[in-house]
């Protein structure tokens, strides 16, 4: 199970952590990925590390202003998301590897102009 956390309003050019907590399996044993999901709009992958964090890759509108990492002792992953802008605005989902039914409930991050 995942449980995303940390979601809010916050003025354009602010800054917001995301959190995802895993319970049952370890995640230090996947590829875990961000997704979001904008009002009215499909998911859109943003980011993913692998299982060892040494690696990651993001969505080229938020490179530079998004940072994925993960505390495999903790079972937790976040997204740091600095220079929020309007267009971040949407539900934030984590996942095992790209796996978009593995999702949690999602953190909704609402970002005001």
């Known amino acids: 199970q995942l449980v995303e956390s940390g979601g809010g309003l916050v003025q354009a050019g602010g800054f917001l952590r995301l959190s995802c907590a895993a319970s049952?399996?370890?995640?230090?044993?996947?590829?875990m990925s961000w997704f979001r999901q904008a009002p009215g709009k499909g998911p859109e992958w943003v980011s993913s590390?692998?299982?060892?964090?040494?690696?990651?890759i993001y969505t080229d509108p938020v490179k530079g202003r998004f940072t994925i990492s993960r505390d495999n002792a903790k079972n937790t992953l976040y997204l740091q998301m600095n220079s929020l802008k309007s267009e971040d605005t949407a539900v934030y989902y984590c996942?095992?590897?790209?796996?978009?039914?593995?999702r949690g409930q999602g953190t909704l991050v609402t970002v005001s102009s």
């Open positions: 590390s692998n299982a060892g964090g040494g690696s990651t």
């Open positions: 996942t095992r590897q790209s796996n978009w039914g593995s």
């Open positions: 049952g399996r370890s995640l230090s044993s996947y590829t």
